[in-house]
């Protein structure tokens, strides 16, 4: 249980806890509390299919760094009562299944306050989960939170941006643990036809001061974007484009189709024979 | 209560944050824009042009300094407290928005940036910042929720006019919050290019302190017109609190005279339930939302609450981070008034001094004539009329069922 990237590149999945998609089963509908059954079967299934880390999103009324796909599912999420206590229930099932995956929380900072950050703290580390990643939470504001995450040994997970400057850097890759998570471009989260050469001049900035491992996310949702990271990256992450295929299934069809999106990722980053990140990580690659 | 997020460093030393309260809770791809408009700010405060600037278009393009009028009849009729009225409503375009529309509007021109989005509830700020985009030449998008588009079309028609492009909102309340939301959104998107101009004292660190000091001059005008007029500092300062702008507008000033009462209404709506209302020093708790550290109405699992008010312009579910800390210390006391009272208040004000103030305002109104037949009549409430009642008129004829043509 820890957060490794075991192949180049490897591959973060986000998934919203609790979205049932648009289409539940007769007994999986809107009525009744929450279900994270159907996003435990694709969790497991994504993991099988290649995954390194799974991102459980706590859903949130208010996502504002998200784009409409993961809006939609938040808010199906939410309409279903999905609490903060149930995604860390469903993190325990995970582990217990899966115990070499990698385990994210990534929420907003409103639902871990009002469950209490200690308390937070303790459950998500006894639950097995690796890291937290908080999306609304600057290192500058996150005093308390980094002794918390110190004190049960999670790793907290700072985003950095295109946008950063170079000591806005420094202190998010000297504070962070795990991972760093580099968003691929300025914007929420959503898919898009391709990659900015802001992703590749990123993750050579963000080098500069840190070893961990750098995942690149936003906007990834194809074979030739995860190669393409794969050049300049250890790690691409998925959410928009997963979320959106969950959207679309059943709960009983979802897992299967998510794995096969995966193996269908993997099998080009193959073919596509990018050699290991690390050899050249300060050559910025530029995408048409 | 929850836990509250300890800075690195002790809070007071730390910038944007009022005791525990404010801060920058913010995406990552924000950070550096925002550090960015903190320092131009502190720029242009510091700026002798740019304050000429600003205070000559508050002057001769917006009106000031506003009248501070006695409600003579009013108060006759209440018998208590003498009321006067901070005549915010007699501004262009009709609310203290333009005040700081103005201040930002000079700024994002200092800053080079051709694009400014908004967002906004009545529709006040809307018309505000179209207004001052008109003024200055710069492109302007505003951010609106559909009911509150539905329910505020003059103002919606007004931005169009105006040049604004009206954007609607379809997501969660369709109010001030989703606006915001969908703001924020549009600026972590196009932060290299787009000001963003927040029309409250919330969100992210400036914003709080920025708007403040923009909307300042309402209360340094007041202490100076009450002193002129009286003698003497009033009893209590009255005015709504939607997020916040007009209320520390007019407090901060008083802040320091402890003798003077500061009295900010929120928004009572239509209960005390949850969803049912607005008024977050009642009904809510310490939470994060939309960049800063603030009361915010939200249930167990800290998921944003639903809110409902009569008037657009206060309903919404978390306040000015300022507010929070003068609610927490004291030095202010927050009340609510329900849209029932308000709905009266507006008749009452109408008909007793020929002013029609917004629905937003006249919870400040109704505030005070609940308070001011309690009162001695040698007390003074002066009531922050934050704007004028026109945009409501739709609202008001259906509610107060007045017939038309």
New interface residues.
């Given amino acids: 249980m820890a957060i490794r990237f075991d192949h180049k590149p490897g591959l973060v999945v986000y998934l919203t806890a609790g979205d049932p998609g648009l289409h539940p089963s007769e007994d999986k509908s809107f009525a009744g509390g929450p279900d994270l059954s159907a996003t435990r079967e694709v969790a497991l299934e994504a993991i099988d299919a290649g995954a390194d880390v799974i991102e459980l999103g706590v859903p949130?009324?208010?996502?504002?760094?998200d784009?409409p796909v993961i809006?939609r599912a938040s808010?199906r999420a939410?309409a279903k009562g999905t609490?903060?206590?149930d995604v860390l229930a469903l993190a325990a099932e995970i582990r217990a299944a899966r115990p070499q995956a990698g385990l994210v929380i990534f929420s907003?900072?409103?639902?871990?306050?009002?469950?209490?950050?200690?308390r937070f703290a303790d459950e998500a580390a006894a639950a097995g989960v690796d890291g937290v990643l908080v999306?609304?939470?600057?290192v500058?504001?996150?005093?308390?939170?980094?002794i918390e995450m110190a004190r049960v040994g999670l790793a907290p997970i700072?985003?950095?941006?295109?946008?950063?400057?170079d000591d806005?850097l420094e202190a998010?890759a000297t504070n962070s643990k795990g991972f760093i998570y580099a968003?691929s471009r300025?914007?929420?989260t959503g898919t898009q036809q391709s990659l900015t050469s802001d992703a590749a001049a990123l993750v050579a900035r963000i080098r500069r001061w840190t070893g961990l491992p750098v995942a690149v996310g936003f906007g990834i949702s194809n074979s030739e974007h995860v190669a393409q990271v794969g050049r300049f990256a250890d790690a691409a992450v998925i959410g928009s484009a997963i979320v959106e295929l969950i959207e679309r299934s059943t709960p009983e069809t979802a897992p299967g189709t998510v794995a096969r999106f995966i193996k269908g990722l993997h099998l080009s980053a193959a073919a596509d024979g990018a050699g290991p990140a690390q050899e050249s990580p300060l050559v910025a690659v530029h995408f048409a | 209560m929850?836990?509250?997020?300890?800075?690195?460093?002790p809070s007071e030393s730390r910038p944007g944050r009022f005791g525990v309260y404010g801060?920058?809770?913010?995406?990552?791809?924000?950070?550096?824009?925002l550090v960015e408009l903190e320092h131009e700010y502190e720029a242009a405060k510091n700026d002798a042009a740019f304050q000429a600037e600003l205070a000559g278009l508050l002057k001769d393009y917006a009106g000031r300094p506003t009248p501070l009028y006695l409600a003579k009849r009013l108060t006759e009729q209440l018998g208590g407290a003498k009321i006067y009225l901070k005549r915010e409503d007699l501004l262009h375009t009709g609310a203290h928005k333009i005040n700081n529309a103005l201040g930002q509007g000079l700024l994002a021109r200092r800053m080079g940036k051709k694009r400014v989005i908004a967002e906004t509830g009545a529709g006040q700020h809307g018309v505000a910042t179209a207004t001052v985009c008109a003024l200055l030449g710069m492109e302007c998008v505003v951010y609106m929720g559909d009911v509150d588009m539905a329910r505020q079309e003059l103002n919606v028609l007004r931005m169009r006019l105006l040049g604004a492009e009206v954007r609607g909102v379809s997501?969660?309340s369709k109010t001030l919050?989703?606006a915001?939301?969908e703001a924020?959104?549009d600026w972590?998107?196009?932060?290299?290019t787009t000001y963003y101009l927040l029309g409250s004292a919330l969100g992210a660190h400036p914003y709080p302190t920025m708007v403040r000091d923009f909307q300042r001059v309402i209360g340094i005008e007041m202490k100076e017109q009450i002193l002129e007029k009286e003698g003497r500092l009033p009893t209590a300062v009255i005015a709504c609190v939607g997020g916040g702008s007009n209320a520390i507008g007019a407090f901060y000033e008083f802040i320091p005279d402890s003798q003077v009462r500061l009295i900010g209404v929120e928004a009572g709506g239509r209960g005390t339930a949850l969803g049912d209302h607005a008024a977050r020093f009642s009904g809510g708790?310490?939470?994060?939302?939309?960049?800063t550290y603030s009361y915010?109405l939200?249930d167990?699992?800290?998921?944003?609450a639903l809110t409902h008010s009569v008037s657009a312009g206060l309903d919404y579910a978390s306040v000015g981070p300022e507010h929070a800390a003068l609610h927490d210390s004291g030095r202010a006391e927050y009340v609510s008034q329900d849209d029932a009272a308000t709905l009266d208040a507006v008749v009452r004000l109408a008909r007793t001094e020929g002013i029609l103030p917004a629905l937003e305002s006249a919870h400040a109104v109704a505030e005070a004539l609940k308070l001011a037949p309690t009162l001695p009549a040698h007390d003074i409430l002066v009531v922050n009329l934050s704007g004028r009642g026109d945009k409501d008129m739709g609202i008001l004829a259906r509610e107060l069922k007045i017939q038309g043509a």
């Fill in positions: 949130f009324s208010d996502p504002l760094a784009g809006q808010e939410v609490r903060l206590k907003y900072l409103n639902p871990i306050l009002r469950y209490w950050l200690p999306t609304d939470l600057i500058e504001e996150a005093g308390e939170y980094l700072f985003l950095a941006a295109p946008t950063s400057p806005r998010i968003i300025v914007g929420v | 929850a836990s509250v997020i300890l800075p690195a460093v801060g920058r809770y913010v995406p990552e791809t924000l950070m550096a824009a997501a969660g919050k989703d915001i939301s924020m959104r972590v998107t196009n932060v290299r708790a310490p939470g994060v939302l939309q960049g915010v939200q167990e699992n800290g998921q944003i």
